[in-house]
Nanobody
Framework: QVQLVQSGGGLVQPGGSLRLSCAASGFTLDYYVIGWFRQAPGKEREGVSCISGGGGSTYYTESVKGRFTISRDNAKNTMYLQMNSLKPEDTAVYYC??????????????????????????WGQGTQVTVSS
């Protein structure tokens, strides 16, 4: 069955870096938009970053632009989120997600809409990221 297993996360000081990983099994990621989401206490889950199956379209929420990088290794069926210059407001539970698409490239607007409206059917288990001194 479709499964996404996350690793990484933890406690880091402000300004530090972390890398989250998400390994997929039961399907191949080539024709999937993948994304990273986060949910802080008392807040709605928000789309942090998403990328198309072929990697040609990416979306980042404004607050993480220039600090976070989404990537994927389709050969390893794994996605990553590199987080640099972390801030206390980045503290949240982070989730990876995947959703099949008709083509490897679906365009910037579709990727952004999927990310903003959290239109994903498969989700990882979540991992805590805490940024604190």
């Amino acid at each position: 069955q479709v499964q996404l297993v996350q690793s990484g996360g933890g406690l880091v000081q402000p300004g530090g870096s972390l890398r989250l990983s998400c390994a997929a099994s039961g399907f191949t990621l080539d024709y999937y938009v993948i994304g990273w989401f986060r949910q802080a206490p008392g807040k709605e889950r928000e789309g942090v970053s998403c990328i198309s199956g072929g990697g040609g379209s990416t979306y980042y929420t404004e607050s993480v632009k220039g600090r976070f990088t989404i990537s994927r290794d389709n050969a390893k069926n794994t996605m990553y989120l590199q987080m640099n210059s972390l801030k206390p407001e980045d503290t949240a539970v982070y989730y990876c997600a995947a959703e099949p698409t008709a083509a490897a490239e679906v365009g910037d607007i579709i990727v952004q809409a999927m990310c903003v409206f959290r239109d994903f059917g498969s989700w990882g288990q979540g991992t805590q990221v805490t940024v604190s001194s």
